[in-house]
């Protein structure tokens, strides 16, 4: 029930992926924060954290090898493997991270840690339903 809100309705109309979808206005003001976060931050490579992971798809970006289509570790990729997942998550050094706002559910430890610690990462941005993060520099 993340983004389900009854009543009117609002139509997006971009990204093209989700045009003519009639949603709660949650949706479509995440919808624009994603489209601006990415606009803000071009040519740097994506992740989409949990429940916004439809951003690859929306945005027409491809998913990162190597990685699960969706978090939930016995279902989306064996626990066993998460070790290999971590690896190849930091392997990608994604330029900018996306997620719904301080969303990190479900994300491996070794991941998380090396975002919240601002160890690789700095939080940017103002928005409302997302949390966004860079890479900072080598």
């Known amino acids: 029930r993340v983004f389900h809100e009854p009543g009117e309705g609002v139509e997006v109309s ?5 045009r003519g979808l009639t949603c709660g206005r949650r949706l479509a003001l ?3 924060e994603m489209r601006r976060a990415l606009a803000e931050h071009p040519g740097r490579p994506a992740f989409f954290g949990p429940r916004v992971d439809f951003g690859y798809a929306a945005f027409g970006l491809p998913s990162p090898p190597g990685l699960p289509i969706w ?3 016995g279902s989306s990729h064996s626990p066993e493997i998460t070790s290999e997942i ?4 930091h392997a990608r050094a994604f ?4 997620f719904l706002k301080d969303d990190v559910y479900r994300i491996p430890t ?7 610690t601002e160890r690789d990462y700095r939080p ?3 928005y409302e339903n997302l949390t ?5 520099a080598p």
């Open 14 to 18: 971009e990204p093209p992926f989700f």
């Open 30 to 32: 995440t919808l624009a």
């Open 71 to 73: 978090w939930h570790p």
């Open 86 to 89: 971590v690896a190849a998550w």
């Open 95 to 98: 330029g900018v991270l996306i």
């Open 110 to 116: 070794g991941i998380v840690d090396s975002i919240k």
């Open 124 to 126: 940017v941005g103002t």
């Open 132 to 136: 966004v993060y860079v890479r900072k």
